[in-house]
């Protein structure tokens, strides 16, 4: 067997939608599924109605193959704390939004019935919970088990709930700036070449904002298809949850070649 590619999506909404549809048709060709990352109210605005473009699309989405994860609840900024950094050289950083980071289990349980009862009206139930910012407090990984959460994926890796499994492999993501976007979509497509040439499990992180920018779009575009030039296994969140799936090899276009190093 070969290691998973899962591509998730966050940022859904109506205004977003053509660009998501677009990069969902982009990834149909090249059948591999998304994630798609619901908060039944980002940034604290009023949840969507069952009716809204955005979340018949998703229903949609999920109709055809794609998985549909809890991605926190309102995102709120209360929840910030000084926390260990991910990916840089400081000890600590403040994290905006990091929802679930320092959560007692408790307070992330009463969250976590609100945002699922949400995903419930929406026709959305799910599974699978992806944390905002992708962290989680060990009082969020208490809460998810209670309420019967089957994965939870964190910035390092995908955690089977109910099995204690643990997946190490980190986020692969655009980092913010469009000053610097030809240093990070350079540094994506590095990085998942590097991580699909070790067979590791590549996990790439795509927001709607990513997609209206051509450069930043086709970046994350030659990221899956040198993941799946490797032999990566085209995937879901929800595959760690039950039986991997099989495996397949797609050619890698000329294009694309030029950017792997160990392409030849």
């Known amino acids: 067997m070969g290691f998973p590619l899962v591509v998730s999506l966050s940022g859904l909404g109506d205004r977003a939608l053509e660009h998501c549809a677009g990069f969902a048709a982009e990834l149909d060709l090249r059948r591999v599924p998304l994630t798609l990352l619901v908060a039944p109210r980002p940034n604290g605005t009023a949840p969507p109605g069952p009716d809204r ?6 229903r949609e989405r999920r109709r055809l193959g794609a998985a549909v994860a809890l991605h926190g609840f309102d995102h709120a900024p209360h929840a910030q704390r000084l926390l260990p950094r991910v990916a840089s050289s400081g000890p600590t950083a403040a994290v905006r939004g990091a929802e679930f980071a320092a959560l007692p289990a408790h307070e992330a349980g009463l969250r976590l019935h ?3 009862a949400a995903l419930d009206r929406l026709g959305l139930r799910t599974e699978l ?3 905002p910012r992708w962290l989680s407090s060990p009082g969020t990984m208490t809460a998810l088990r209670r309420r019967d959460f089957a994965v939870c994926a964190d910035a ?5 709930l109910r099995t204690g499994r643990v997946h190490r492999a980190r986020v692969h993501a655009l980092g913010p700036g469009t000053r610097v976007e030809h240093w990070w979509c350079r540094a994506l497509v590095l990085g998942v070449s590097r991580a699909a040439r ?3 499990p590549v996990r790439l992180a795509v927001d709607a904002a990513d ?9 994350v575009l030659d990221a899956v298809d040198l993941a799946l030039h490797r032999g990566a296994e ?8 039950a039986t991997a799936v099989p495996r397949r090899r797609v050619p890698l276009p000329a294009a694309v070649r030029n950017l792997d ?4």
Do not use: D, K
């Open 211 to 219: 997609l209206a920018r051509s450069g930043s779009r086709q970046a």
């Open 234 to 241: 085209p995937a879901t969140y929800a595959v760690f949850a």
């Open 53 to 58: 473009p955005a979340v018949s699309w998703v």
């Open 114 to 116: 609100a945002a699922a």
């Open 156 to 160: 390092l890796g995908v955690h089977e």
């Open 198 to 200: 070790r067979g590791r």
């Open 261 to 264: 190093p160990l392409s030849s």
């Open 129 to 131: 919970f992806v944390p």
